[in-house]
């Protein structure tokens, strides 16, 4: 197999959580790209994701879940879900996440026990649901989506520093017992990327320039900067790859 051919993703079925937008939506149309069925779990919207992948002749398959509220149980039907649509499972992309801001001195137990609900303890559950699939057919690929706060602090973030720093954790711990299984467990840090998640950052002048200035490639990521590291990853190219927390972040952490 030449190494172009390693990337490709046809017959392989990718279950992607928060598909319906932003970094989500487009590590869902790059799988798809390159040859991927999706089953997409989503909250509030699909549609415009469901049509991306159509259009390039795969079959999307929408999954409804508010990770909020979703009982371990409920993960694991997600996952059988997925197989009973697709036939199979052999990529997980844990994509969504939320962040709230508050001070650390007025954070609240609710906004902090929704970051981790959502961030860090759906992400496990829903892995070792994949992951009991993946074991009986031999190999699988698992993809965190961490950030720039699993390795810094943040500002008025700490719930989400706490679940992303703990992604990057539970990433090494799962790839430490999951790699001689034949199952790939890598994250992928995006740096600062223009979506909904970092609106607020966007549209505050100065946080927004101050960002500016420390990025050396000079520019905000767009959710299409993903698509490579994702499909890498997903795909028989990344094999001996584990327990990896890859910056896509235009030379942030480098600075
Ligand atoms: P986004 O545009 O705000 O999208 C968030 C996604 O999470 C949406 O697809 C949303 O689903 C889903 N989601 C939120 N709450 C949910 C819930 N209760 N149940 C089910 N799904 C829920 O943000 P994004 O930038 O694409 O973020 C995607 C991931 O990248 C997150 O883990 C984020 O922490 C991480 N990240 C982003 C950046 C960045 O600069 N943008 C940087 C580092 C890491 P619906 O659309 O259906 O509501």
Do not use: C
Not at 194 to 211: G, H, K, V, W, Y
Request: glycine share 10%.
């Amino acid at each position: 197999m030449t190494i172009l051919d390693q990337f490709r993703l046809e017959g392989q079925v990718a279950l992607v959580t928060g598909v319906g937008r932003g970094l989500g939506q487009a590590m869902a149309v790059g799988l798809a790209e390159a040859g991927a069925d999706i089953a997409g779990v989503y909250h509030t919207r699909y549609e415009d994701t469901e049509t991306q992948v159509t259009a390039l002749g795969r079959r999307f398959v929408p999954i409804q879940l508010d990770l909020r509220s979703a009982s371990t149980e409920q993960l694991a039907q997600v996952v059988d879900q997925a197989v009973s649509a697709l036939g199979r499972l052999d990529i997980l992309v844990n994509n969504a996440g939320i962040v709230l801001r508050t001070p650390a001195i007025d954070y609240s137990e609710a906004d902090w026990d929704a970051v981790l609900q959502v961030n860090l303890k759906s992400a496990f559950f829903l892995s070792q649901a994949a992951a009991r699939v993946m074991v009986k057919q031999g190999r699988g690929k698992i993809i965190q989506v961490a950030s720039l706060l699993s390795f810094q602090g943040g500002i008025y973030v700490p719930s989400y520093a706490a679940a992303k720093s703990g992604l990057a954790g539970v990433t090494k711990a799962l790839a430490n017992e999951w790699a001689a299984l034949g199952i790939n467990v890598n994250a992928i840090a995006p740096g600062y990327v223009r979506t909904d998640n970092t609106a607020a950052l966007q549209a505050d002048p100065e946080r927004s320039s101050s960002i500016l200035s420390r990025i050396p490639a000079g520019r905000w990521g767009e959710p299409d900067d993903l698509k490579g590291m994702t499909v890498f990853l997903a795909s028989a190219a990344s094999d001996y790859v584990h327990g990896a927390i890859l910056n896509v972040d235009g030379g942030w952490m480098g600075r």
